[in-house]
């Protein structure tokens, strides 16, 4: 699913942090992470504990034991998280001191607060759930 940052798994109650500034952690088999999306508008989102704050439009969370993901009012992935065997996979865009850092599947980049029109699409990820999420918790999307 192109480059992501990856998070190597920690044991129970390790707390690491990237260069994002994002602090990932472990709670039982589930990766936690602490931090801020940006977003194509322009605003910037926390992350607390891998929950979104909104319980409502514009935003939508959905998740399972191994992903959580948020999109936006038009379907469009802001944020993901996925497990993979011995590693998690992230793809989002995340404030940095000298820009907007961005994983998706074109790689991962660092685009300068100037350039940030360039993100004006969002993130360039393939979604994984269905939507609504309140109809479809958890459930994968048909490739």
């Known amino acids: ?50 929950e979104f704050p909104f319980e409502s439009p514009p935003f939508q969370q959905n998740k399972n034991t191994s992903a959580v993901e948020i999109v936006d009012s038009e379907g469009r992935v802001v944020f993901q998280t996925l497990q993979k065997s011995d590693h998690f996979q992230v793809y989002g865009m995340f404030p940095v001191t000298n820009g907007i850092w961005v994983a998706d599947v074109d790689g991962n980049r660092l685009v300068k607060l100037a350039d940030r029109s360039e993100l004006k699409d969002g993130l360039k990820a393939k979604r994984l759930f269905k939507y609504p999420a309140a109809k479809y918790p958890g459930q994968i999307e048909s490739p």
Not at 6 to 15: A, I, K
Not at 20 to 39: I, P
Request: cysteine-free; charged content about 15%.
């Open 1 to 50: 699913m192109g480059n992501a940052l990856t998070v190597l798994t920690m044991g129970d109650g390790q707390r690491r942090t990237n260069a994002t500034g994002l602090v990932f952690y472990q709670d039982g088999e589930m990766l936690k992470m602490d931090g801020s999306v940006f977003l194509a508008s322009g605003e910037f989102i926390p992350i607390q504990s891998s």
